[in-house]
């Protein structure tokens, strides 16, 4: 039996790591607020480096959850109708039905990604602009990912290395 629908994030691997580095941030933070010793040499002799500290340990933790915390949190769901995004499965919600796609594509920035635009074909607008527009889902670029979404789309993905495209039609077929 196929399976009908997924949930998933669209770049759990760096999501994860965005965690880590908050959570090392932060406790390291609470480490020298907490650790007397260093307290009292902040607060005694170096306020000023105390001040710098707590806006760049906090500040920066803080700046980063917010920025990143709508493209690494949102939860995608693909189904037959089509993919929908949502910043934690509520907010923000845009959804893109399979007739929709104006176009699908593949590239590689920091990692292997997909993106769906619902009204505009990508090639004619920078890459650096991508990212500002509104009806653009993103999503990390995986084989499973790939062939369930294949299921479902009629167009191919634009894009997509000869090679890779081999790969995933070899594996498909055996």
């Known amino acids: 039996m196929k399976q009908r629908k997924i949930h998933i994030l669209p770049f759990p691997v ?9 959570a090392f941030m932060s406790s390291f933070y609470l480490f020298t607020v907490i650790y007397e010793p260093i307290r009292n040499a902040f607060l005694t002799e170096h306020i000023f480096l105390f001040v710098i500290w707590t806006l760049c340990a906090c500040g920066l933790s803080f700046l980063i959850l917010v920025m990143l915390a709508k493209p690494m949190f949102s939860i995608i769901q693909i189904d037959e109708n089509g993919i929908t995004r949502a910043f934690l499965g509520r907010f923000w919600k845009l959804h893109i039905s399979w007739e929709e796609i104006a176009e699908a594509r593949y590239y590689v920035r920091v990692s292997e990604q997909m993106i769906f635009s619902k009204t505009q074909k990508l090639g004619g607008i920078p890459i650096l602009k991508w990212h500002k527009l509104k009806d653009v889902i993103f999503m990390g670029f995986s084989k499973r990912r790939y062939n369930f979404i294949k299921q479902y789309m009629q167009q191919s ?7 890779l495209n081999e790969r995933l039609n070899k594996t498909d077929k055996e």
């Not at 760096?14 to 908050?22: F, G, R």
């Open 157 to 163: 993905i634009v894009g997509i290395p000869k090679k």
């Open 14 to 22: 760096m999501a994860t790591i965005i965690l880590i580095v908050i």
